[in-house]
Structure formats: structure tokens, C-alpha cells
């Protein structure tokens, strides 16, 4: 289960303890995320809110590897991230973390095949190894008959699906999502989170979200609040907003 107060035992994927950051804009500091103490145990889905400029993106990045905290530490899986050097985080980040963001990012020049192959190609596997772990990717989104489509052919749902399928075709350790179904109308929205339920239930990853839709929210295990740079739990703030959500 999700904790926020650093009680976590050795079995958390993910602990983060003590974490700050802070930016300084002139003479200014601004303390963006500050003390903050999580963990998450393997195949959890947890959401986190929070009004704009509450730090949820700023803790995504902090949690893969692309910004480094101003104090504390972050672990995952027995590695312990805070201090790596530029080329081991980028190391660490192609084994362990699959981004979704709310663009695509997706390449108009290239098939989704080709989109969805893109992490793997700086990996020792062979042609026909990563041809093998598109189609199953692809497959997982049920865009298995779309490989040779390119972004323009594509909804916008199932551009985003795409953009999932390559976040999973290298079996990342978790998925940080940041608004996954923010540029998605309701329908195509609930296809994505349909779809990250099912990675978690049925393929055992572990999901972090950022969202601003309560009913997104409502999707996940577990929701988080950030408030002034804080973690708070969805039970402390409100009785009739239960942690866990509905399904």
C-alpha cells in the first residue's frame, strides 16, 4: 500500500525519503516539493493532484531520473538514484522507466511499428528480438492491425496508445504518466485508463499519474494530493474521498 510518512518497509519499489526541491529564479527560492516521504509497493497505480504549480510534475521528473532533488533520496528497486552520474541515470531510465506523456511525442515521419521500436534500438537486442517485442507491445494496446499506420492515420486515442506501447516494449520496472488523458475527449479517455488498469492488474506494472480530472483519479488504487509542495493522502483531506477510489 501507498504511504506517505516514510513508514515503509524494504518490500516499496519506491521510496522516496526527505525530498526537496527547490529553484532559484534571481535572488529568489522557491521551494517547489519539500520533506517529502513515499512509498510504493510493486503493481500499485496511484494518482496524484494537486492545483497547478504544486510540484506533481517536478516529482515525476524527480522520480525518473530527469531532475535531481536540491535534498533526500530516491530508491528504486534497491538502487538508490539520487547521486548517479549522467550516464548511469540514463542507463537506469532506459531499463526501469516508461514515460507517457500528454502529447504523443510521437514521430509524424514514422509507422507506429517504427515509433513503438525507437527505445530498443540503442539495445543489443537483434531485428527479429525487436520485432517480436513491438508486436507484443502493440498487441497489449490492441493496435496490432495499426503497426504500419502513421501518426496522421491514427485517432487520437490510439496515438496515445502507441505512445503507451513504447513506454512498455522494453518492460520497464514502473510508468510515470503526466495527464495521460488530458488532450483525449471522455470516450478515448477512458479507453487509456481502461488499458493502464489492465497493465497493472494483468501485467503486474506499477503506475504513478499525474491528473488534474477527479474521475481519471478515480481510476487509480490510491490518490495523493500535493499541496504547497506536500503529500498528502485523499482521506486526511477529505473524509468522503476514500484513498483507494472507485472503480
Known amino acids: 500500500m501507498v504511504k506517505v510518512d516514510g513508514s515503509g518497509g524494504q518490500s516499496s ?9 527547490t ?10 516539493l519539500q520533506g517529502l516521504n513515499l512509498d510504493v509497493s510493486p503493481g500499485e497505480f496511484v494518482a496524484f493532484m494537486g492545483p497547478s504549480g504544486s ?5 515525476l ?4 531520473g530527469l531532475d535531481v532533488p536540491t535534498r533526500g533520496s530516491i530508491t528504486v528497486a534497491g538502487d538508490e538514484i539520487t547521486h548517479m552520474s549522467s550516464s548511469k541515470l540514463t542507463e537506469w531510465r532506459a531499463r526501469h522507466v516508461g514515460f507517457i506523456f500528454q502529447m504523443y511525442n510521437l514521430i509524424p515521419v514514422l509507422t507506429a511499428f517504427q ?4 527505445p530498443l534500438l540503442l539495445t543489443k537486442l537483434s531485428k527479429a528480438e525487436r520485432r517480436s517485442h513491438v508486436e507484443t507491445a502493440l498487441s497489449i494496446v490492441g493496435l496490432a492491425d495499426r503497426m504500419n499506420h502513421f501518426p496522421r492515420q491514427l ?3 490510439q496515438e496515445q ?8 516494449v522494453s518492460d520497464p520496472t514502473f510508468l510515470l504518466c503526466d495527464e495521460p488523458t488530458g488532450d483525449l475527449d471522455r470516450k478515448s479517455a477512458g479507453e487509456v485508463m481502461a488499458l493502464l488498469e489492465e497493465l497493472v492488474a494483468h501485467h503486474h506494472k506499477t503506475v504513478l499519474m499525474v491528473t488534474h480530472d477527479p474521475l481519471v483519479a478515480a481510476r487509480a488504487q490510491s490518490t495523493l494530493h500535493l499541496d504547497k509542495g506536500v503529500l498528502v493522502e485523499a482521506s486526511k483531506l477529505s473524509q468522503s474521498v476514500p484513498v483507494g477510489g472507485v472503480a
Open 13 to 21: 519499489l519506491i521510496q522516496v525519503r526527505d525530498l526537496d526541491k
Open 23 to 32: 529553484y532559484r529564479r534571481g535572488g529568489e527560492e522557491i521551494h517547489v
Open 55 to 59: 510540484g506533481k510534475t517536478t516529482l
Open 61 to 64: 521528473n524527480l522520480l525518473g
Open 115 to 118: 515509433n513503438v521500436e525507437l
Open 155 to 157: 485517432s487520437g486515442g
Open 161 to 168: 496508445r502507441v505512445t503507451i506501447a513504447r513506454a512498455i
